[in-house]
């Protein structure tokens, strides 16, 4: 079991930090209800990123999420790296990298999610998200069942459906979330998640049976001027999840 923090036992928060001070905000203002995202994508060496991590990760209590960059698939290695030293509750993977990740975190409370991608078609997703095979002329495609059990055996603990933006692939949302629901897998809705479809995203998924939910709500609530999550818009999303769960 992870150490993840769910409102009702249901649904966590994941939003970005812009500096320490804005992850301190984002924190008090979810009621410890949220993985906040720091990406290896803003950092130039794991060394480095290891060192500033470390200050959120005292923080946050631990719920930091390890990024990759806006679903980055080059930065895999540097999430895998950094979970050798940052033990952090939550790590963002392509799905061809969970198993490595896990085995570098050295433990079975940390939670990895495998990031998958749409495939025009509901009920099969893409599993060659990876630096590689997300070029490959013939993408690897498979059900969403055969996804979510091959993530388990590699340690990972979530789907990742990445990039959905927002409600485009609202027919594959719902098969991904209806097979999340008939595995008892955590599920981590990514891309083009904003104030206003936020609700009804949420809604599929808690009407398909998901257990647990783990939406991501990044650029849509950042201030541009100062790249900061606005903490009025993550009292906004928390005030949403207790209305629905």
């Given at each position: 079991?992870?150490?993840i923090?769910?409102?009702?036992?249901?649904?966590?928060?994941?939003?970005?930090?812009?500096?320490?001070?804005?992850?301190?905000?984002i924190?008090?203002?979810?009621?410890?209800?949220?993985?906040?995202?720091?990406?290896?994508?803003?950092?130039?060496?794991?060394?480095?990123?290891v060192?500033?991590?470390?200050?959120?990760?005292?923080?946050?209590?631990?719920?930091?999420?390890?990024?990759?960059?806006?679903?980055?698939?080059?930065?895999?290695?540097?999430?895998?790296?950094?979970?050798?030293?940052?033990?952090?509750?939550?790590?963002?993977?392509?799905?061809?990298?969970?198993?490595?990740?896990?085995?570098?975190?050295?433990?079975?409370?940390?939670?990895?999610?495998?990031?998958?991608?749409?495939?025009?078609?509901?009920?099969?997703?893409?599993?060659?998200?990876?630096?590689?095979?997300?070029?490959?002329?013939?993408?690897?495609?498979?059900?969403?069942?055969?996804?979510i059990?091959?993530i388990?055996?590699?340690?990972?603990?979530?789907?990742?459906?990445?990039?959905?933006?927002?409600?485009?692939?609202?027919?594959?949302?719902?098969?991904v979330?209806?097979?999340?629901?008939?595995?008892?897998?955590?599920?981590?809705?990514?891309?083009?998640?904003?104030?206003?479809?936020?609700?009804?995203i949420?809604?599929?998924?808690?009407?398909?049976?998901?257990?647990?939910?783990?939406?991501?709500?990044?650029?849509?609530?950042?201030?541009?001027?100062?790249?900061?999550?606005?903490?009025?818009?993550?009292?906004q999303?928390?005030?949403?999840v207790?209305?629905?769960?």
């Amino acid at each position: 079991m992870t150490n993840i923090n769910y409102y009702n036992d249901r649904v966590c928060l994941n939003v970005l930090a812009g500096c320490l001070e804005n992850a301190r905000d984002i924190y008090k203002a979810a009621e410890g209800h949220v993985e906040v995202g720091v990406l290896t994508a803003n950092y130039p060496d794991v060394e480095t990123c290891v060192e500033d991590m470390a200050k959120y990760m005292e923080v946050l209590e631990g719920n930091l999420s390890v990024g990759l960059g806006g679903g980055n698939p080059a930065q895999w290695r540097a999430v895998a790296d950094v979970a050798k030293t940052i033990k952090a509750n939550h790590f963002n993977q392509v799905f061809s990298a969970v198993g490595w990740t896990r085995a570098n975190v050295g433990n079975d409370e940390s939670h990895i999610n495998a990031l998958v991608s749409p495939t025009g078609t509901p009920g099969k997703v893409k599993i060659s998200t990876g630096p590689l095979s997300k070029d490959c002329a013939d993408p690897a495609t498979v059900s969403v069942d055969t996804a979510i059990t091959m993530i388990k055996e590699m340690g990972g603990n979530s789907l990742k459906f990445f990039p959905m933006g927002g409600l485009k692939v609202r027919d594959e949302l719902k098969a991904v979330a209806e097979a999340c629901a008939r595995e008892d897998f955590c599920l981590e809705p990514t891309g083009g998640i904003d104030l206003d479809n936020f609700e009804e995203i949420m809604r599929i998924i808690i009407d398909a049976g998901v257990k647990r939910i783990i939406p991501h709500v990044y650029s849509s609530i950042i201030d541009k001027s100062t790249g900061c999550t606005k903490i009025e818009c993550v009292e906004q999303l928390l005030n949403m999840v207790k209305t629905l769960v």
